[in-house]
């Protein structure tokens, strides 16, 4: 498929698993240059080098945690102007009983599934019509739609 892209920039964040890593898989195969970014430093260079292995790309990588500030600016600067911006965010953890969810749980999973794609398209949207093209994707959870006891932070607030 040629969706048109090829030659333009992808940051991905959370790139190294899931629908992120399969999010790059695809946009590699399309012949952008890739960035990517996660947490796990292991998982991630494995990733990058599977990706690179399977399509040939150029594949740019770098451990940071997106829910944090430090986290956006590290991957921020290893792609300050992506032409593609694709966000994810880990699954919040079970949470069977609401009275146990802690505020430091709220905040957490706020910072991650909320905070932190605001915070990359405020950093990279002007640049996107600087240059009259952009895309961003934001992947969150199923869980957001269909509400469930056992998933309460992802539930209730994306």
């Known amino acids: 498929m040629d969706l048109g892209i090829k030659g333009r920039k992808a940051l991905v964040n959370g790139g190294s698993a899931g629908l992120g890593k399969g999010s790059a898989q695809a946009l590699a195969a399309e012949g952008v240059d890739l960035y990517i970014s996660a947490r796990q430093e292991d998982r991630l260079q494995a990733t990058a080098e599977q990706i690179r292995r399977d399509t040939g790309a150029s594949v740019t990588i770098t451990v940071a945690d997106h829910s944090s500030n430090e986290g956006r600016e590290k991957s921020l600067s290893i792609c300050p102007d992506p ?3 694709v966000g994810t965010c880990s699954p919040a953890p ?3 009983d609401f009275r146990k969810v ?7 999973h706020l910072s991650a599934g909320l905070i932190s794609p605001i915070e990359f ?11 009259g093209f952009g895309r961003i994707v934001n992947i969150s959870t199923g869980a957001s739609k269909f509400p469930s006891e056992l998933r309460t932070l992802s539930g ?3």
């Open 121 to 131: 398209i405020r950093a990279t949207v002007d640049g996107m019509c600087d240059r």
């Open 94 to 96: 079970f949470t069977p």
């Open 156 to 158: 209730r607030i994306l």
């Open 83 to 85: 032409d593609i911006l």
């Open 102 to 108: 802690t505020t430091a749980d709220w905040e957490e």
